[in-house]
């Protein structure tokens, strides 16, 4: 297979000096690997205000939809829809990595199977198509934006946490960093690419296929991604996989938000990229118990 790099000289050395710089201002302070014990708990005035959504985040209505599975087309993209028996009144969305759809989230593996017990738990699960092997472009970010407004208002969600998966990781960057989903408590990166220009050699053709000419400013503008210090996020990666190097992708995105005040913890996974290591449904339900918005009329928290 014939890969397209981006171009030679002036252009690329640009490029190399944009993520160098990027890598740069995000490699410290150090990020802790975390073992068992529970994500942090962000204060509650660290959650972006609804306000500064993107207006393209306004919800396309939905028909009711009851418990069970719902094959939806929102934003012009086929989407997978699950709603609990008994909903605790909060929404995951997942964003699919490589080769991969919405209906992931019915697989019954990997995240499939995260979404069983999530569902289970009474959380609402979402998913889009978003243009398929996109790499976190412009329209599948609106794609996955669409979705979430839909659903929210279809579910009158209360809490909304995002879980995006390898590739997928571009586009939740983006909507994090965009602020294109109101309600956003928490990010959950499962083997998560920040780094497009890391992959590139490896997935060159698809890329292209996605960006065009545009390639080289994705290049620039995604080696690595950036996230919204205010919406803490939790990583699952692993030094042995050799499809999304932790190092370069999930260390370093990481480090970024800490370096910015937030809260990023990664934790270490073993083996290759899908290492059943990285899908931890507990500690999962664990960060979503955490960062969700206190009760109405609970009392404010010590210190607020």
Known sequence: ??????????????????VAALLGGCSAPAVPAAGPAAAPVPPADRVPPAESVSPATVAEPLPDL???????????QAAVVVRPQQPNGRLVL???GLDARGTAVLAGEGFGALADGLVAAGYAVAASDAGGDAWGDAASVDAHAALAAAVTDLVDATDVYLVAESMGGLAGARLVEGRRIPGLRAYAGIQPLCDLGSVYDDHA????????PAVDGALRALSPVRLDAAVPAVFW???EDT????????????????????????RAAEGEHGDPSHYDLGALLDLFASTAAPPLGAPPAPGS
């Open 1 to 18: 297979m014939t890969r397209r790099r981006p171009r030679r000289g002036a252009g690329r050395a640009a490029a190399a000096l944009a």
């Open 94 to 96: 997942y964003a699919h």
């Open 205 to 212: 053709a698809s890329i292209d296929t996605a960006y065009g």
């Open 243 to 266: 499809v999304v190097d932790r190092a370069r992708n999930a260390d370093v995105c990481a480090a970024q938000v800490v370096a910015d005040g937030g809260s990023a913890v990664v």
């Open 237 to 239: 990666a692993s030094a």
């Open 66 to 76: 009851g418990p069970g599975v719902h094959e939806v087309e929102v934003g012009g």
